[in-house]
Nanobody, 124 residues
Framework: VQLVESGGGLVQAGGSLRLSCTTS????????MGWFHQAPGKEREFVAA????????NYADSVKGRFTISRDNAKNTVYLQMNSLKPEDTAVYYC??????????????????WGQGTQVTVSS
């Protein structure tokens, strides 16, 4: 299974970006999908997740009300719409797939497949 992120870039504080993650294979519709980010010198942290059966969502407190995760099973793609971006959102953003649990878990150890990441930089 391959995951490929896109949509990162440089944006001013208060701006928006939409990240996309396209997954190979036919089982995408049965994967819980998550987004994580990792800033330099920090651990990889949970951002958002969406389950496969009912698209139930879960968000980190730091992004609630600003970020929205969604999925299009016909396109094997999960999205992360990021609004009202802040400098502290600067990080490499990774998408991940969990093939076992149909819940939008925040636990990174539950995820089996990871993308290579896309850089998001928010200037002040």
């Amino acid at each position: 299974v391959q995951l490929v992120e896109s949509g990162g870039g440089l944006v001013q504080a208060g701006g928006s970006l939409r990240l996309s993650c396209t997954t190979s294979g036919r089982a995408f519709s049965r994967y819980t999908m998550g987004w994580f980010h990792q800033a330099p010198g920090k651990e990889r942290e949970f951002v958002a997740a969406i389950s496969w059966s009912d698209s139930n969502t879960n968000y980190a407190d730091s992004v609630k009300g600003r970020f929205t995760i969604s999925r299009d099973n016909a396109k094997n793609t999960v999205y992360l719409q990021m609004n009202s971006l802040k400098p502290e959102d600067t990080a490499v953003y990774y998408c991940a797939a969990d093939r076992d649990v149909d819940q939008p878990t925040s636990n990174k150890w539950n995820y089996h497949y990871w993308g290579q990441g896309t850089q998001v930089t928010v200037s002040s």
